[in-house]
């Protein structure tokens, strides 16, 4: 206890004193994690780092209020405020992503999916989504998630030569089995995801597509992955990955399907909104229709061709051959090292990625063959295609250093990579 609990000193009753003051355990935590995320070199797809101005409006005091419901009809009194956040976060959403409504409540990616088979399913209806261990996401209808044990799964694969999504294997398999909603998009994607096409299928079998935008909304809003705006029925996004902004997700649609939305968010699975985090919404999406922000998300696709081409000149096997966005999904079989030792090893080096199943995976999920990686965060940082040969350099290394369980360099090579990452500033706190 003595080592989690603050030191009970009268101080803690003061409401106005600083995090340093109340609870050093934590605001000491919370510097570690800063110095961590300064130190690596991070190329976790799925996270960024955000600006300040997302930082300090998720610090606000919009925490403290509640507000079921929706602008112009809530539960509470008190929201002359809270009503134009929402509104403000809900027009930049519609003008960003150019679509006619806008949710944008949902606490996070997967209750925000969860609330797209509330508005359109009944229990025990199928709903298809690519496999998990092809690169889908789990609330797209995986046997361990609500959405594979209450409703009826039908998943589709990517062909096991081109490592891509084959439109005819999931036309055939949705004309088979007419299921009511269609996913596409997930979470180890490399290549663009073609919206018309699954549009056209769902139309022909008559099931509401949804887009599932969350790790390349950034890349939609700035121009550099196509919009599922003109094809998909629904459109979920996290808003905390290529976007971003702040942990959460917001769920788009024409206005023919904006109630059944709405419904489903609130009262179906939520009660009051993260007004903090609304805020925070707002300011991204402000941020992310900048021209500086077109330039970033070009800038990560960019990244991510050089950081491929750097792998591919080492010998690493790139699932599909390489990428169309921010994310390379990366075989470690030819290179023989498990995903996970590897992925293990790279941390003990200064560079943060995952281990994760590549398609048709020999190997267990706990243990699969492959890596993940992309580049969101280190352009955030400000890092550039001329730095991607060294970046690609070094993970080579580390994986050669782990097959050889020679620690002495990875040490080596997280000292270098430590002084290369502290000439690029930590994105939200730097002076
Ligand atoms: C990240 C992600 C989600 C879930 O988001 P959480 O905020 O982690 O719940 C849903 N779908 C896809 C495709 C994702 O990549």
Known sequence: MADTAPAATESTTDLNLPLETVDPKVAELADAEARRQAEKIRLIPSENYVSRAVLDATATLLTNKYSEGYP???YYEGQQVIDQVERLAIERAQSLFEVEHANVQPYSGSPANLAVYLAFL???DKVMGMALPMGGHLTHGWSVSATGKWFRPIQYDVGRETGRVDLDQVRELALAERPKLIFCGGTAIPRLIDFEGFAAIAEEVEAILCADIAHIAGLVAGGAHPSPAPHADVISTTTHKT??????????????HASALDRAVFPGL????????????????????????????????SNAKALADGLIERGFDLVSGGTDNHLILVDLTNKDIGGKPAAQALDRAGIELNYNTVPYDPRKPFDPSGIRLGTPAVTTRGMTPDDMPRVAG???AAVEAAKRE?????EATAAEVRDFTSAFPLPGVAA
């Open 406 to 410: 020679d620690e002495p360099a990875l």
């Open 72 to 74: 112009g009809k809530r």
């Open 122 to 124: 009944e229990p025990g």
């Open 394 to 396: 070094w993970i080579d």
């Open 270 to 301: 939520q009660g009051g909104p993260h007004n903090h985090t609304t805020a925070a919404i707002a300011v991204a999406l402000h941020e992310a229709a900048t021209e500086e922000f077109r330039a970033y998300a070009h800038q990560i696709v």
């Open 243 to 256: 976007l971003r902004g702040p942990r959460g997700a917001m769920l788009m649609s024409r206005e023919e």
